[in-house]
């Protein structure tokens, strides 16, 4: 019985990696192939992409169901105009600055949170959202419940030629979604992944086996929030303005990022993935019937959590037995 | 070595020249349209469809099937004729949407001019894209403070291509100081304002009410800035019943003011004019308050009593709103008259501007217009900052005749060419 290896490639996974590398080549040089609303869709696409994806990792393996994550795109939107604003930091700098203030102030939120099980939890978090809400509300130097512009001449400073600012905006939402991505599959890969796993499976039974459940719960929330900044703080570069209801909207920021995640596969990497195509092709072909998008939207919510409750990923892994990002282990035995 | 070095370079020098040829690209398509039988005009048009703020674009079908016909036989620009599309966009009441869909007008449909309506949740986000693009601009349906100042305007300079009309604040609190200039009220008011743009900007110690109500010997009782969608006004209505107010003003969303309105009569609070901004506006907000929605008064933008014409085919004021009164069988409302003068004003460009494919003179048309539309006359020249014109405002009250309630307009003193049609009665 010595002889058995752990495995966790697979021949699928091997090709997706080819594939990933070939299609992220392509997408690095967009600007050169797309067009200047293409590249502005995909800016949008690849922030969901990464909210999508956090919120994944908090709710489908961690076990943290938030619905308050808007708390750290609006706190990272308002990190971006403070800091550009008054402090003239360049945009693109302000960006990892605010995700790093955004980690920073999750770590005395969490353990108050951390108090709060299950639907209580999800209720506190959006009760910390709405506290930001109107905390922010209340700071008249960012224009307090009316909201401020960014100022044409910070966006235009990030570089004077037209294509190479768009290009760098455009680069820098690719470099959030891919600097999600890889922190989540190199999590789940971690000796804090298998804990992340035994954790969402039962919280009791891990901590009976030595998992630091705590530590390990507190180290997710506080990066995730961090990178929920930073995205947050690209967001709103593009939309150049802030208002305390826009930017701790639950509805952009957390009912459409749990729509994604519900009808890609919670619980899954590709989940959130084809979660994000699926959500943008409904958006860029039913947008304009107004209310009605959004009861479709519902529609389609309710049918894939009764019909396929994990998901069009689960559907399909479940007919192929596809695992395109190697995170599990199969153990090998020598035949 | 040397191999890679050359390569290097041929991909360098490639990628230059695709760049160069993509850059490029959008210059010689509007060389050619420019010389194209029949070019086409595109308009973008951004307003809240869906939502909270549905209410301001109820009419925009009606106005825009107006238009449509009127525009079908494309518009005049130096002798050439050019089809006009007009591409409409849903904000959703929401600005992170209105932000969107302005970007994706500009960058995708590759609108010539961008126009935008209704609140600064909506003109704000829209012309904030425009800027950055210089992609010229032309909004309307908020008042200026909020549009300017809310995107950190400052007056020496203004804004590159964005250009907005409408009122301001100091119109409404002239039109409001008239409104209560009644021998029978003590000049004793209370004010009710809202953390949000509206609100901020009417409440603001130096640019909003306060001032101008002392200066005309009115004492004012502001409790401080209250959160929308407000479950309690106590403290408020408690702070104006024992400073005697006899007056109550604010600028408030229609769910807000109902909730101040039915605990103030729970609580015994009596003002004997209620004068606010906004909440007011809409024929259907008014009939929710019931038998308490008689006497109200608010700002009249635009009514089908305004002596004023269309520079476009000659309909007067009172025939566009029995249009659209006939049209759907609803009351007239006010963004009415606004969304109709907005296309007069795009077509009065269109006409003027130097070179259509330029859209330097486009901003040049635009910041040359004077014009005068169905609310009155449109000028950029003489605004009170750059890029803002002015639109006459008179103030009325909701007056009860048979079963259905006429905003009756009752001062006149800011815009004297608007006929008055009653008199205010007080609240009993």
Request: aromatic share 10%; hydrophobic share 50%; net charge neutral.
């Given at each position: 019985?010595?002889?058995?290896?752990i495995?966790?490639?697979?021949?699928?996974?091997?090709a997706?990696?080819?594939?990933?590398?070939?299609?992220?080549?392509?997408?690095?040089?967009?600007?050169?192939?797309?067009?200047?609303?293409?590249?502005?869709?995909?800016?949008?696409?690849?922030?969901?992409?990464?909210?999508?994806?956090?919120?994944?990792?908090?709710?489908?393996?961690?076990?943290?169901?938030?619905?308050?994550?808007?708390?750290?795109?609006?706190?990272?939107?308002?990190?971006?105009?403070?800091?550009?604003?008054?402090?003239?930091v360049?945009?693109?700098?302000?960006?990892?600055?605010?995700?790093?203030?955004?980690?920073?102030?999750?770590?005395?939120?969490?353990?108050l949170?951390?108090?709060?099980?299950?639907?209580?939890?999800?209720?506190?978090?959006?009760?910390?959202?709405?506290?930001?809400?109107?905390?922010?509300?209340q700071?008249?130097?960012?224009g307090?419940?009316?909201?401020?512009?960014?100022?044409?001449?910070?966006?235009?400073?990030?570089?004077?030629?037209?294509?190479?600012?768009?290009a760098?905006?455009?680069?820098?939402?690719?470099?959030i979604?891919?600097?999600?991505?890889?922190?989540?599959?190199?999590?789940?890969?971690?000796?804090?992944?298998l804990a992340?796993?035994?954790?969402?499976?039962?919280?009791?039974?891990?901590e009976?086996?030595?998992?630091?459940?705590?530590?390990?719960?507190?180290?997710?929330?506080?990066?995730?929030?961090?990178?929920?900044?930073?995205?947050?703080?690209?967001?709103f570069?593009?939309?150049?303005?802030?208002?305390?209801?826009?930017?701790?909207?639950?509805?952009?920021?957390?009912?459409?990022?749990?729509?994604i995640?519900?009808?890609?596969?919670?619980?899954?990497?590709?989940?959130?993935?084809?979660?994000?195509?699926?959500?943008?092709?409904?958006?860029?072909?039913?947008?304009?019937?107004?209310?009605?998008?959004?009861?479709?939207?519902?529609?389609?919510?309710?049918?894939?959590?009764?019909?396929a409750?994990?998901?069009?990923?689960?559907?399909?892994a479940?007919r192929?037995?596809?695992?395109?990002?190697?995170?599990?282990?199969?153990?090998?035995?020598?035949? | 070595?040397?191999?890679?070095?050359?390569?290097?370079l041929?991909?360098?020098?490639?990628?230059?020249?695709?760049?160069?040829?993509?850059?490029?690209?959008?210059?010689?398509?509007?060389?050619?349209?420019?010389?194209?039988?029949?070019?086409?005009?595109?308009?973008?048009?951004?307003?809240?469809?869906?939502?909270?703020?549905?209410?301001?674009?109820?009419?925009?079908d009606?106005?825009?099937?107006?238009?449509r016909?009127?525009?079908?036989?494309?518009?005049?620009?130096?002798?050439?004729?050019?089809a006009?599309?007009?591409?409409?966009?849903?904000?959703?009441?929401?600005?992170?949407?209105?932000?969107?869909?302005?970007?994706?007008?500009?960058?995708?449909?590759?609108?010539?001019?961008?126009?935008?309506?209704a609140t600064?949740?909506?003109?704000?986000?829209?012309?904030?894209?425009a800027?950055?693009?210089?992609?010229?601009?032309?909004?309307?349906?908020?008042?200026?403070?909020?549009?300017?100042?809310?995107?950190?305007?400052?007056?020496?300079?203004?804004?590159?291509?964005?250009?907005?009309?409408?009122?301001?604040?100091?119109?409404?609190?002239?039109n409001?100081?008239?409104?209560?200039?009644?021998?029978?009220?003590?000049?004793?008011v209370?004010?009710?304002?809202?953390?949000?743009?509206?609100?901020?900007?009417?409440?603001?110690?130096?640019?909003?009410?306060?001032k101008?109500?002392?200066?005309?010997?009115?004492?004012?009782?502001?409790?401080?800035?209250?959160?929308?969608?407000?479950?309690?006004?106590?403290?408020?209505?408690?702070?104006?019943?024992s400073?005697?107010?006899?007056?109550?003003?604010?600028?408030?969303?229609?769910?807000?003011?109902?909730?101040?309105?039915?605990?103030?009569?729970?609580?015994?609070?009596?003002?004997?004019?209620?004068?606010?901004?906004?909440?007011?506006?809409?024929?259907s907000?008014?009939?929710?308050?019931?038998?308490?929605?008689?006497?109200?008064?608010?700002?009249?933008?635009?009514?089908?009593?305004?002596?004023?014409?269309?520079?476009?085919?000659?309909?007067t004021?009172?025939?566009?709103?029995?249009?659209?009164?006939?049209?759907?069988?609803?009351?007239?409302?006010?963004?009415?008259?606004?969304?109709?003068?907005?296309?007069?004003?795009?077509?009065?460009?269109?006409?003027r501007?130097?070179?259509?494919?330029d859209?330097?003179?486009?901003?040049e048309?635009?910041?040359?217009?004077?014009?005068?539309?169905?609310?009155?006359?449109?000028?950029?020249?003489?605004?009170?900052?750059?890029?803002?014109?002015?639109?006459?405002?008179?103030?009325?009250?909701?007056?009860?005749q048979?079963?259905k309630?006429?905003l009756?307009?009752?001062?006149?003193?800011?815009?004297?060419?608007?006929?008055?049609?009653?008199?205010?009665?007080?609240?009993?």
């Amino acid at each position: 019985m010595a002889g058995f290896s752990i495995q966790r490639s697979t021949r699928t996974s091997r090709a997706t990696a080819l594939v990933a590398l070939l299609v992220l080549a392509a997408l690095v040089a967009a600007p050169w192939w797309a067009g200047r609303a293409d590249l502005r869709l995909l800016g949008e696409i690849f922030s969901f992409l990464a909210l999508a994806t956090l919120w994944n990792l908090l709710a489908g393996y961690t076990g943290l169901v938030s619905v308050g994550q808007q708390a750290y795109v609006g706190f990272g939107g308002y990190a971006l105009f403070a800091l550009a604003m008054f402090l003239g930091v360049h945009p693109l700098l302000a960006i990892v600055i605010a995700g790093i203030a955004g980690a920073l102030i999750a770590i005395p939120i969490a353990p108050l949170l951390f108090r709060l099980q299950g639907a209580y939890f999800a209720i506190g978090t959006w009760v910390l959202a709405e506290v930001f809400r109107l905390s922010f509300a209340q700071v008249s130097a960012l224009g307090g419940g009316s909201g401020a512009s960014l100022p044409a001449g910070v966006v235009t400073g990030i570089a004077s030629e037209r294509f190479v600012r768009e290009a760098m905006i455009y680069w820098t939402a690719l470099a959030i979604a891919v600097a999600a991505l890889a922190f989540v599959i190199l999590l789940l890969r971690s000796r804090t992944g298998l804990a992340l796993t035994a954790l969402r499976d039962s919280e009791i039974a891990s901590e009976s086996l030595g998992i630091g459940i705590w530590r390990t719960k507190l180290a997710v929330y506080v990066s995730v929030a961090g990178l929920t900044s930073a995205t947050g703080a690209f967001i709103f570069l593009q939309k150049l303005r802030i208002s305390p209801d826009a930017a701790f909207s639950v509805n952009d920021w957390t009912a459409y990022v749990i729509f994604i995640a519900v009808i890609g596969g919670i619980g899954t990497i590709e989940g959130p993935i084809i979660g994000t195509i699926l959500f943008f092709l409904l958006r860029e072909t039913l947008a304009d019937l107004g209310t009605t998008y959004l009861m479709i939207l519902g529609a389609v919510a309710i049918l894939v959590m009764l019909r396929a409750p994990k998901g069009v990923w689960g559907i399909i892994a479940e007919r192929t037995g596809w695992s395109l990002v190697p995170i599990r282990r199969r153990v090998v035995f020598p035949q | 070595m040397a191999d890679t070095i050359r390569t290097g370079l041929t991909r360098r020098t490639f990628l230059k020249s695709t760049a160069a040829t993509a850059l490029a690209t959008p210059a010689i398509l509007h060389f050619t349209r420019a010389y194209a039988q029949n070019p086409t005009l595109k308009l973008g048009y951004v307003s809240p469809k869906t939502g909270p703020l549905a209410g301001f674009a109820e009419a925009d079908d009606y106005v825009l099937d107006g238009i449509r016909k009127v525009f079908a036989g494309g518009l005049e620009n130096n002798g050439k004729n050019w089809a006009v599309e007009i591409i409409v966009r849903d904000s959703q009441s929401n600005p992170n949407r209105a932000a969107e869909v302005a970007s994706e007008l500009i960058l995708k449909d590759e609108v010539d001019i961008l126009l935008g309506a209704a609140t600064p949740d909506t003109t704000n986000p829209v012309a904030d894209q425009a800027e950055v693009n210089g992609t010229p601009c032309i909004t309307t349906d908020c008042p200026w403070q909020p549009y300017f100042f809310g995107r950190g305007g400052n007056p020496a300079e203004g804004f590159e291509s964005t250009y907005h009309f409408f009122w301001g604040l100091e119109d409404v609190i002239a039109n409001f100081l008239a409104l209560w200039d009644h021998p029978g009220v003590e000049k004793k008011v209370g004010g009710l304002f809202p953390n949000d743009a509206d609100g901020n900007a009417w409440g603001d110690a130096e640019l909003g009410f306060p001032k101008p109500l002392a200066a005309a010997g009115f004492t004012l009782t502001d409790p401080g800035r209250y959160q929308p969608l407000s479950d309690d006004f106590t403290a408020q209505i408690t702070a104006f019943k024992s400073a005697g107010a006899e007056i109550t003003t604010g600028v408030m969303i229609p769910p807000d003011f109902g909730t101040f309105w039915a605990q103030a009569a729970q609580q015994g609070f009596k003002p004997k004019i209620v004068t606010i901004g906004k909440a007011l506006l809409f024929p259907s907000a008014i009939e929710a308050l019931g038998e308490r929605g008689n006497g109200l008064s608010t700002e009249i933008w635009w009514s089908p009593n305004h002596p004023f014409v269309s520079s476009l085919d000659g309909t007067t004021a009172k025939a566009l709103a029995d249009g659209y009164v006939s049209a759907t069988g609803k009351p007239w409302t006010q963004p009415i008259g606004f969304r109709h003068a907005l296309f007069e004003v795009v077509s009065d460009v269109v006409k003027r501007a130097a070179d259509m494919e330029d859209s330097e003179a486009i901003i040049e048309a635009i910041a040359g217009t004077s014009l005068k539309t169905i609310v009155g006359t449109v000028d950029w020249s003489k605004g009170p900052v750059k890029n803002v014109s002015k639109t006459p405002l008179v103030g009325g009250q909701w007056q009860k005749q048979g079963d259905k309630f006429e905003l009756v307009i009752t001062t006149n003193t800011q815009a004297p060419e608007i006929p008055v049609g009653g008199e205010l009665a007080l609240l009993g």
